[in-house]
C-alpha cells in the first residue's frame, strides 16, 4: 500500500472480500520477488551458506534487521490493497525444529531432516515442556524482537507454520508416513494429536505477544496476506495432503484442523494447485473460512485452465485468494472467470514497476 495512503481508506475492501460483497475489482496484493522464501532475505542469507546445518543459536535479530528495513520500504511503493506483513525468519520451518528435527540450509529454503525411527521416541516428546526447547525459545525472541522493530508501522504474524501431517512427515520421512497409516494407523493418530496440540501451545503464545495493527490482525507474509479488521485470523496449510487420499484427510486430519481453527475468527487453509481435492472437503465445513491456492509452477501442477472450473466452486461458497507467477493473459482469465466479489489477487512481480504495470493492467481489466 502506497506510502502515506490512509489504511481505513483500503479497509473496507478487505472487508468487502471477507463477506463477498460486490466490488469494482479484486482486493490486489503484490508479492515482491519470487517464488522462493530466501529472495526475501538476501543479507540474513550470508549467515548460512547451502548445505550448512542451521543452528538456533546462530540465528539473531540483527541478521535480519535490514532485509525487514528494505521490505517494509519496498512495500510502500506498491500501490495495492496491502501492507508488508512481517513474521520472524519465514525460511525456518519452526515447527520442524521444535519437535526435533536438525534444520540445514539450501539456496532456496531450509529443510528439516527425519529422524523418528520408531513412535515409541515421541513418548519424551509428549512429556517434554517444549517451551523450554531452544528452537522455541528463538521464536519467542524473535518474534518479540521484530514486534519492538515494526514499532507498529507494519503487522507481525507468526511465522509459516505447517499442519500435523506435514510436521509428522518431515519428522518421519514422506514415503514412510503413508506406509505408516496404513501399518500403524494408531500411532499415527497419536503422533498427529501431539503434533497438533503442540502446534497450538505455540500459536497462543506467538498471538500473546503480536499486537493488533489498525484494529485488526494479519496473517501471511509468505506465501500470501489476509488481514482481519477487528478479528483475529490464522493461516493452515497441510501440504502432506499430496501424499494421502481424500479419506485419510477427511478422517484423520479434519478433526484435528477444526481444533486448530478455533483459535480464530477467521481461517484461511492454504493449498497447492497440484492438490485441490481438499477444496470439497474444505467447502463442506463450516470451520475454514478463506480458501487460499498457490498456482504452482509448470510441471508441478496443472495449468490456470484447467484449475478454473475448481477455483469457480470454491469461489461460488467462500472467499478464494489465489497466489503465484501469473502471464497477463492468466491475469485476464482469473478476473474474466471468477470476477471481483471475494476473489483476492496476489500476483509474484519482480519490483515496483512491474507492480505498476499490473496494476494498470487489472483496473483495465475490471473495466476502471
Known amino acids: 500500500m502506497a506510502r502515506g495512503a490512509d489504511i481505513d481508506a483500503v479497509a473496507w475492501r478487505h472487508d468487502a472480500f471477507l463477506r463477498m460483497q460486490p466490488v469494482d475489482r479484486p482486493l490486489l496484493g503484490f508479492w515482491l520477488g519470487d517464488y522462493y522464501f530466501t529472495s526475501q532475505f538476501p543479507t540474513a542469507m550470508r549467515n548460512w551458506p547451502a548445505g550448512q546445518q542451521v543452528r538456533s543459536e546462530t540465528l539473531h535479530f540483527a541478521q535480519f534487521a535490514e532485509d525487514y528495513d528494505r ?16 513474521s520472524a525468519f519465514s ?28 513412535y515409541g521416541q515421541l513418548a519424551p516428546l509428549d512429556e517434554l515442556e517444549f517451551s523450554a526447547t531452544p528452537w522455541f525459545r528463538k521464536l519467542v525472541e524473535l518474534t518479540a524482537a521484530l514486534v519492538t522493530f515494526a514499532g507498529g508501522r507494519f503487522p507481525i504474524s507468526p511465522p509459516l507454520m505447517r499442519g500435523p501431517a506435514d510436521m509428522l512427515a518431515a519428522m518421519r520421512g514422506a514415503n514412510q508416513l503413508v506406509l505408516d497409516f496404513i501399518d500403524q494407523p494408531a500411532d499415527v493418530a497419536g503422533a498427529l494429536a501431539l503434533c497438533a496440540r503442540i502446534r497450538m501451545q505455540v500459536m497462543q503464545t506467538l498471538n500473546a505477544l503480536i ?13 500470501s496476506r489476509l488481514w482481519t479488521s477487528g478479528k483475529r485470523c490464522l ?11 481424500p479419506e485419510l484427510f477427511r478422517s484423520m486430519l479434519l478433526p484435528l484442523e477444526k481444533q486448530i481453527a478455533g483459535q480464530a475468527d477467521v481461517v484461511m487453509m492454504h493449498l497447492h494447485s497440484g492438490c485441490i481435492y481438499p477444496v470439497d472437503i474444505l467447502l463442506a465445513d463450516p470451520s475454514y473460512q478463506v ?5 504452482d509452477h509448470a510441471g508441478t501442477g496443472p495449468r490456470l485452465d484447467a484449475l478454473i472450473p475448481t477455483l469457480q466452486k470454491a469461489i ?12 497477463s493473459d492468466e491475469i485476464a ?17 519482480p519490483d515496483s514497476e512491474a507492480a505498476g504495470r499490473l496494476r494498470q493492467e487489472i483496473d483495465r481489466l475490471a473495466g476502471k
Open 71 to 86: 521490505l517494509h520500504h519496498a512495500y510502500e511503493q506498491l500501490d495495492d490493497d496491502f501492507f508488508m506483513v512481517a
Open 91 to 118: 525460511v525456518v520451518p519452526w515447527m520442524e525444529a521444535i519437535m526435533g528435527c536438525d534444520i540445514f540450509a539450501e539456496a532456496t529454503s531450509f529443510w528439516a531432516k527425519p529422524w523418528l525411527e520408531d
Open 211 to 223: 499486537p493488533p495493527f489498525h484494529g485488526g490482525y494479519a496473517v501471511g507474509g509468505y506465501p
Open 235 to 245: 493461516y493452515n496449510q497441510e501440504d502432506a495432503a499430496a501424499v494421502l487420499s
Open 291 to 295: 480458501i487460499q491456492i498457490n498456482y
Open 316 to 327: 461460488a461458497q467462500k472467499p478464494l485468494l489465489v497466489w503465484g507467477e501469473f502471464t
Open 333 to 349: 482469465t482469473l478476473i474474466r472467470s471468477l470476477g471481483g466479489r471475494g476473489l483476492s489477487l496476489q500476483p509474484i512481480v
